[in-house]
């Protein structure tokens, strides 16, 4: 789904790439690919600026607004992982019937 903030940021790379690489990304590599790229030809800025702003609105589906951080190279990991239920620390002071001893 499209939200306004990222029309917004479709608009910011139309007229400057590297500030939507910078806003998507950071102070990251891929702004220097982007500078890079613009200074090369200005549709390849154009073109790895959509790129980037692609894979955010991919994270954003996946995790959710804001779970997520930026990793580098299009990849995003979420914040925070659901494993289910938080299991009680097992300190080896006591072992109940059926449980394991280590």
């Not at 800025?45 to 930026?70: C, D, S």
């Amino acid at each position: 789904m499209v939200r306004s903030s990222d029309v917004l940021l479709i608009l910011v790379a139309i007229l400057f790439p590297p500030a939507a690489a910078a806003i998507v990304t950071g102070c990251s590599c891929d702004l220097l690919i982007n500078i890079l790229l613009t200074i090369l030809g200005y549709i390849p800025g154009h073109i790895h600026a959509f790129w980037l702003i692609y894979k955010k609105m991919q994270a954003e589906e996946r995790y959710g607004n804001g779970g997520f951080v930026y990793v580098g190279n299009g990849q995003y990991q979420p914040l925070y992982q659901n494993n289910g239920p938080a299991q009680a620390p097992y300190y080896g002071a006591t072992v109940g019937e059926g449980e394991k001893k280590f």
